[in-house]
């Protein structure tokens, strides 16, 4: 059994490794670092009654003074903030906060995938059905995904995670033009995401509640995109629960309170990560991340495309079609 430890990451800035400031630290220091606590974990806090209480009393209009020290202890850039904090009705409300125009830009050059969320990276390769972390417990796609046939199609591809911490912001974009498939709802329960849960339980990832799709891109491929919830998370709003047409930097979704994963699906040979990321990877360190910025390159040829995935009018054409 582990106990609590500073987790690391790899600031790309910075070009240095830092260390994380961990939420609520002493409640993940008993319940995910010591065994009575794992123990109870198991029992009560991983129910989903348990994050809806706790994102109740976040809801509440009491909260709201938390948000100023919320905002200090994590640095949180409040220039970019859409509205001043003292509109903030709740901490709730903070917590899916938007941001001004343009505080997220997306790369130019659309061959470049760049992340969907402010998060922490890790890259993991899929061998055969088995996603194999350096640091947790391996699982396959079959389990996360299941289907079978599905999770197939991704067999030797790549997995990238993205994990957000509760001070991250925690709205998501889509990474390429493309059309959405309806989400696909799977219940379960709301494990913690950290490095700790990962290590010292036997699953995480395939016992969480999760929602995901397939979406066509143009310059991937058919990806699957998968929405995690995590402990204390509330919900997962999905703008378009039965799919449609999709545009790169369109907003994807958001999640309620609390951490919470994305999990990339790409097949074999589509993207060439970017070699910072996928050395810190291997060393089981996660890369901090923000989003729209750019983490891997299509190896994908234009001209082997379907056209029907080149313009976003053929995309619509194809729809109407």
């Not at 020290?69 to 850039?77: G, K, Q």
């Not at 899929?126 to 067999?155: C, M, N, T």
Request: aromatic fraction near 10%; charged fraction near 20%; proline fraction near 4%.
């Amino acid at each position: 059994m582990s106990a609590v430890s500073e987790i690391t990451l790899y600031d790309r800035k910075q070009a240095r490794l830092v260390s994380e400031q961990v939420f609520e630290k002493s409640f993940m220091q008993f319940f995910y670092g010591h065994p009575l606590g794992l123990a109870l974990a198991d029992i009560f806090i991983k129910r989903t009654w348990f994050s809806r209480l706790y994102g109740w009393l976040k809801s509440r209009k009491s909260s709201a003074r938390q948000i100023q020290a919320f905002v200090v202890l994590h640095d949180i850039d409040i220039a970019e903030v859409e509205l001043p904090l003292h509109a903030y009705p709740c901490f709730s409300a903070f917590f899916t906060r938007k941001l001004k125009a343009g505080s997220r830009p997306v790369p130019a050059d659309q061959r470049i995938l760049f992340s969907p969320a402010d998060a922490r990276l890790s890259v993991w390769k899929i061998q055969a059905d088995q996603v194999l972390p350096v640091k947790g417990r391996h699982f396959s796609l079959a389990q996360l995904l299941r289907d079978e046939k599905l999770a197939d199609k991704y067999r030797d591809g790549d997995c990238l995670v993205f994990r957000l911490a509760p001070a991250d912001y925690h709205r998501y974009i889509h990474i390429d033009h493309g059309m959405q498939g309806p989400v696909r709802r799977i219940n379960g329960y709301l494990h913690s995401v950290s490095p700790l849960a990962l290590q010292n339980m036997l699953a995480v990832f395939t016992e969480n509640q999760r929602e995901y799709c397939s979406i066509q891109t143009r310059n991937f491929g058919e990806v699957i995109q998968i929405d995690v919830g995590a402990l204390v998370v509330g919900r997962i709003t999905q703008h378009k629960v039965d799919g449609g047409l999709v545009e790169r930097g369109e907003e994807k979704g958001y999640f309620d309170f609390g951490g919470s994963t994305i999990i990339l699906l790409f097949k074999a040979g589509v993207i060439s990560i970017d070699a910072d990321i996928r050395q810190h990877s291997a060393l089981g360190i996660e890369t901090l991340v923000r989003q729209g910025e750019g983490i891997a390159y299509s190896l994908l040829n234009p001209s082997l495309l379907t056209p029907s995935l080149l313009t976003p009018s053929s995309i619509q054409e194809t729809h109407a079609n």
